[in-house]
């Protein structure tokens, strides 16, 4: 493969380059699927590929970082549903603990994480930060999208708007940074865990949420496998890359969590549907991810899968090594 060359894709305004391993492994891939963009139909065929050393799956060739936001429209779901609808004056006194249960998904965070300063990687609209603020923390985000960034400063919350490899260091350390759904999105991930490693307190946090690129889901579905959204995911972790990667960058895992979640699930079920001309079958499976229909039987299924660590989404707790 050749690292680092680009081209231009087909679209006129998207660069394409060939990157390897960022474990800095010797050269040796093996193919693993090929796909293109589920979430807004952009052209594209993307190809992941499996490093034969590390076990690493990354998108090769990827659009760089100067075009990827072409692949980030204004209407991308996580920028709209992240957007803060509760704008009630923050809570106070003995009512943060409650609100900090009532808000946050369970065992989102460590017990031992109490209110400090925090950190959103990718906080995108700012639902998050609002909800933490509102537990008691002292917040701060980061966000490369100029529209999801600017909407979470109108409801006045300290975001910067830029990526997370080129943001400078804070002025103070943070007791705990978080990111949903943000690593396997950075171009260089190894690069951001280690100045991360430099931003949190010495008993900090670290937690991070990711797909789960190692479950029965990823094997079963492929291409059609919902959290798989290429091209803008540019790695695809299971637990142990990325526990990996993360002892690399002077972190050790305190513990893994599997989110009790079919939202996986279902809609892999529903792109499967589609694919083979069932829009009928598409729609319900859809629905029933997005909670319209069969919402009892969609947590119960979430919940067990959860138990059985197959349903395509995990949390980990972090703290420097």
């Not at 800095?24 to 190809?47: K, M, Y």
């Not at 300290?158 to 940074?177: H, M, T, W, Y």
């Not at 598409?282 to 991810?289: T, V």
Request: proline letters at 7%; a positive charge; one cysteine or more.
């Amino acid at each position: 493969m050749d690292t680092g060359a680009s081209l231009l894709d087909r679209t006129g305004s998207v660069v394409l380059e060939g990157v390897a391993c960022p474990m800095g492994c010797p050269r040796g891939d093996e193919a693993v699927l090929t796909g293109h963009d589920r979430l807004h139909g952009l052209p594209g065929r993307f190809t992941v590929v499996r490093c034969n050393t590390c076990k690493l799956m990354r998108t090769t060739p990827r659009p760089d970082a100067a075009t990827m936001g072409y692949y980030y429209p204004d209407d991308y779901q996580p920028y709209s549903q992240t957007r803060i609808k509760d704008k009630a004056p923050r809570k106070s006194g003995a009512k943060r603990r409650r609100v900090l249960r009532d808000r946050v998904k369970p065992n989102a965070l460590p017990p031992a994480a109490t209110p400090g300063r925090l950190l959103e990687l990718g906080c995108a609209s700012g639902n998050f930060l609002h909800r933490m603020a509102r537990a008691g923390w002292e917040v701060e985000g980061i966000e490369p999208s100029a529209h999801a960034a600017h909407q979470a400063m109108e409801a006045g919350y300290k975001v910067r708007n830029v990526s997370l490899e080129a943001a400078g260091d804070p002025q103070l350390p943070f007791d705990l940074i978080v990111g949903w759904m943000v690593l396997e999105h950075l171009h260089q991930p190894l690069d951001v865990l280690q100045k991360l490693r430099s931003w949190v307190r010495p008993d900090g946090w670290l937690v991070l949420s990711v797909p789960d690129a190692g479950g029965l889901e990823f094997r079963l579905f492929g291409d059609r496998w919902y959290a798989l959204q290429l091209p803008t995911h540019l790695h695809h972790f299971s637990p142990e890359t990325l526990t990996r990667m993360l002892t690399a960058a002077g972190w050790a895992v305190d513990r893994t969590l599997w989110h009790g979640s079919a939202t996986n699930t279902l809609m892999s079920l529903s792109y499967l549907a589609s694919d083979r001309g069932f829009s009928r079958a598409a729609d319900f499976f859809r629905d029933a991810a997005e909670r319209r229909r069969l919402r009892a039987t969609g947590k119960a299924l979430g919940i067990l899968l959860g138990l059985l660590r197959q349903s395509g989404r995990i949390t980990v707790w972090a703290r420097p090594s």
